[in-house]
T-cell receptor, first 113, second 114 residues
């Protein structure tokens, strides 16, 4: 069965520190991979996506993610976190040929001043 | 100009009542969705419509009835509300079938059932 796992429920980092949020997926075909961010009281906004090609993808707000097929992972990174990055982050897989998207359970990021 | 808009943003109601949430998108997308986000932030697909046709209907109680009058609108009606229906309901839209289209989300409708 298809699934997306985000092992870290909460992460706390200091402002200016680097960040890595983990995402692992289980899907038999080539995945379409997404990272979304949800600020409090808001809907989800796309940060970046991977379909094919270069396994390192750049997104908005200085985020990047790397697709590693051998590890079934799509980890999100940012070299220097800003206080405004505090939010909930969701990894998702789009199932090719369908209308279905499976979301991970989210990682809540807290940023210390 | 909001791409995906939902109304109302907040609903507080008593158990047993009926309520509706409306959603409209102005992106020209052909597919719209309802997702439920529970108190632990877990997002679960409920329904999806493509060009007014129901294409995803997950294991949702039949008290929930979606309706898509046209491809820009998707409404959700809930009968006989229960405490467990309390959640944030998100409408979303996308273009294309491949699973590769970005989902555009509304701001959510927070339903509280007392």
């Amino acid at each position: 069965a298809q699934s997306v796992t985000q092992p870290d429920i909460h992460i706390t980092v200091s402002e200016g520190a680097s960040l890595e949020l983990r995402c692992n997926y289980s899907y038999g075909a080539t995945p379409y991979l997404f990272w979304y961010v949800q600020s409090p009281g808001q809907g989800l906004q796309l940060l970046l996506k991977y379909f094919s090609g270069d396994t390192l993808v750049q997104g908005i707000k200085g985020f990047e993610a790397e697709f590693k097929r051998s590890q079934s992972s799509f980890n999100l990174r940012k070299p220097s976190v800003h206080w405004s990055d505090a939010a909930e982050y969701f990894c998702a897989v789009g199932l090719s040929g369908t209308y279905k998207y499976i979301f991970g359970t989210g990682t809540r990021l807290k940023v210390l001043a | 100009d909001t791409a995906v808009s939902q109304t109302p943003k907040y609903l507080v109601t008593q158990m047993g009542n009926d309520k509706s949430i409306k959603c409209e998108q102005n992106l020209g997308h052909d597919t719209m969705y309802w997702y439920k986000q529970d108190s632990k932030k877990f997002l679960k697909i409920m329904f999806s419509y493509n060009n007014k046709e129901l294409i995803i209907n997950e294991t949702v109680p039949n008290r929930f009835s979606p309706k898509s009058p046209d491809k820009a609108h998707l409404n959700l009606h809930i009968n006989s509300l229960e405490l467990g229906d309390s959640a944030v309901y998100f409408c979303a839209s996308s273009q294309g079938r491949s699973g590769s289209g970005e989902l555009f989300f509304g701001e959510g409708s927070r339903l509280t059932v007392l």
